[in-house]
């Protein structure tokens, strides 16, 4: 259980706690949602002990590991399914030592911990974890530095699910996944066995992964029963009370000062009078809650051109002389909205990028409209932006004929205020790059707008409001998207990227997202069974062999010292009067090898059945 009472902390004389407190059960999942800037980071820190709390207390139970994402796996030569085994340090160090002990009951304490914990599972578990999050067989056994920032953000996270830690802390770990990666993140979540904390601004995630909400707001915590949708419903129904509460009362109080001011100098009322007083000086008084400041997008509307705007021809395209994509036979209206699934790696960014022109045809034929102009959007963006600007500077060098009131108007109509116009975008938030890099690409009122990934460090109002600007907006969309909730209210048109291929998926996202989730599952043994088994690649067949030698020499080493150990006890010497002791220690050690050699037999009969089930 995790327990946090009356937390009190400030930054640079800011509170972002006043008195918090929640408790969450061991084992429950729950959403830290509030607003930017609110301190949820902040809390992920001082549970972490990195921040010393200014009073209050935050309890775990002793022994609890706490675990979080690091910022990034460095770039070193270790492969990527050795790095996420040796994120389980206990594993790691028994492991070690079981090569190098000697000692008979030590020996057995640490095959009875390792069958205790699956270790000889792991190099499966992890493997699987890194299967889900992207990486197929080759890329695992490649080294960490052969990847970018962001594929080795997804390897740590790898790491820290394949540790299990007591205490799983998540700070948007969605912004570095494709939609698959977050459909698998958002499955393996629900069935983790120990408690999840998770930062997340995806509606979907917050819905199916989780238990319950915490919601942070004016410094204090609240934990809400229910997914994101309840929470939400709980919450405007609050919100409406108070605020019913409160007008109850300003009526109440408008008609006591009334009958004062009217009656306080007339003596046969004057005590009636005073009563009043008396009665509005006790009232307690009921705020209103404050009407959030609402977030906006407004996109400029194109004309309109002749339909297609685009249409492609069996075409290809790739880079160099590697085909990415082939035989493509598509169509983009003005009114279309599309959403690109498919894997991670399987050309979706290469489509976009043949779409905004931004990638040359290599075979076939793609035809335009005239006048033809497309706004791109795509997270590298967002970290092009010159540091050392202001949002209006930006704005300044593509519109430098433009009035700066105008150029203002356009920052507010993206939620960039007046502070946020002057500040450079160094010291803007990551929500806050995202908007100007939107408003960068809508700037010319594109007929065809793509985006990519454009809600990675939105919240869940600047989400639901880019929603409302997709539905309101006249030109065609084109997503490339993790967050289901933002690809299901905008899209109409889903096109698959798969095997070199485009082409329309008929089904709902419902459809997909099941199917990607039972891709994931074990495959079940066809009925009746085939006359020929299948036999496993060789990469599979060699790990399970390794398996199998590793359960036999486990095997053959505690047998050796159960021998020893019954030589031991059969010995006259030990028998001898005084030495009980002794002989209870003796028989203990034994106790423990047999324990051990029982459960190292286990394990090798289990390897044996899953290499004769492979085909070995």
Same mark, same amino acid.
């Not at 809600?455 to 109002?461: F, G, K, P, R, S």
């Given at each position: ?447 065809? =707008?793509?985006?990519? %990934? ?6 869940? @109002?600047? +989400? !639901?409001? *880019?929603?409302?600007? #997709? ?76 398996? =199998?030698?590793?359960? %036999? ?6 047998? @050796?010292? +159960? !021998?020893? *150990?019954?030589?031991? #006890? ?47």
């Amino acid at each position: 259980m995790l327990r946090i009472d009356d937390l009190h902390y400030s930054i640079s004389g800011r509170p972002l706690f006043t008195g918090a407190s929640a408790t969450i059960p061991t084992g429950h999942k729950v959403g830290l949602v509030g607003r930017n800037g609110a301190g949820k980071t902040t809390l992920f820190r001082l549970i972490r002990g990195e921040l010393s709390l200014e009073s209050g207390s935050i309890t775990l139970p002793s022994r609890a590991r706490i675990g979080g994402v690091s910022q990034e796996v460095p770039g070193s030569d270790v492969s990527l399914i050795d790095t996420v085994l040796a994120a389980d340090t206990e594993r790691a160090a028994l492991m070690a030592e079981a090569g190098t002990a000697t000692d008979p009951a030590r020996i057995a304490e640490i095959q009875t911990r390792l069958a205790d914990i699956d270790a000889w599972s792991a190099e499966a578990r992890a493997a699987s974890i890194l299967k889900g999050l992207g990486f197929d067989d080759d890329d695992q056994r490649m080294p960490c530095s052969a990847f970018s920032g962001g594929w080795r953000m997804r390897v740590a996270l790898a790491a820290v699910l394949f540790a299990q830690p007591d205490l799983l802390l998540l700070d948007e770990p969605t912004n570095y996944l494709d939609l698959e990666g977050a459909l698998w993140l958002e499955n393996y979540l629900a069935r983790y066995p120990h408690t999840v904390i998770i930062i997340s601004h995806d509606r979907g995630l917050l819905n199916r992964a989780v238990g319950a909400i915490l919601h942070l707001d004016e410094r204090k915590l609240t934990l809400y029963q229910g997914g994101y949708d309840t929470f939400a419903r709980t919450r405007a129904e609050q919100r409406a009370v108070q605020a019913a509460q409160a007008k109850k009362q300003a009526d109440h109080r408008a008609h006591l000062q009334k009958f004062v001011d009217r009656f306080k100098a007339k003596a046969s009322k004057a005590k009636q009078a005073q009563a009043r007083v008396k009665m509005l000086e006790k009232m307690e008084p009921i705020t209103a809650p404050e009407e959030a400041a609402r977030t906006v997008f407004t996109f400029p509307n194109p004309e309109e051109l002749s339909p297609p705007i685009i249409a492609l021809e069996s075409a290809s395209c790739g880079y160099g002389d590697t085909v990415v994509l082939r035989k493509m036979n598509l169509r983009i209206d003005q009114d279309d909205r599309i959403a690109l699934l498919g894997k991670n790696g399987q050309g979706k960014s290469t489509l976009s990028k043949l779409l905004s022109d931004r990638l040359p045809l290599m075979g076939g034929r793609m035809t335009r409209a005239n006048k033809l102009r497309i706004g791109f959007f795509a997270q590298h963006q967002v970290d092009e932006l010159h540091i050392d600007e202001t949002p209006l500077q930006h704005l300044q060098r593509e519109r430098p004929e433009v009035q700066q009131s105008k150029l203002r108007a356009q920052l507010a109509g993206f939620g960039l205020g007046a502070d946020q116009a002057e500040t450079e975008v160094g010291r803007l938030s990551g929500g806050q790059k995202a908007r100007l890099s939107l408003l960068l690409a809508t700037l010319d009122a594109p007929h065809l =707008l793509i985006l990519d %990934e454009p809600t990675n460090h939105l919240d869940i @109002e600047s +989400r !639901e409001a *880019l929603v409302e600007a #997709l539905t309101a907006y006249s030109g065609a969309v084109i997503l490339v998207s993790h967050d289901m909730h933002l690809l299901s209210m905008v899209a109409d048109r889903l096109w698959l990227v798969k095997d070199g291929l485009v082409t329309p998926y008929e089904d709902d996202l419902d459809s997909y997202r099941a199917l990607l989730l039972a891709s994931d599952k074990p495959a079940k043994r066809a009925e009746p069974a085939p006359d020929k088994p299948k036999r496993a690649d060789r990469d599979i067949m060699q790990a399970l062999r390794a398996d =199998l030698r590793k359960c %036999e020499d486990r095997v053959g080493k505690l047998t @050796e010292m +159960r !021998e020893k *150990l019954d030589a031991k #006890l059969a010995d006259p010497a030990l028998y001898e009067p005084g030495k009980s002791d002794e002989i209870a220690k003796w028989q203990q050690k034994h106790a423990e090898v047999m324990d051990g050699l029982a459960r190292a037999e286990a394990l090798w009969m289990d390897a044996m059945e899953r290499l004769d089930a492979a085909g070995g």
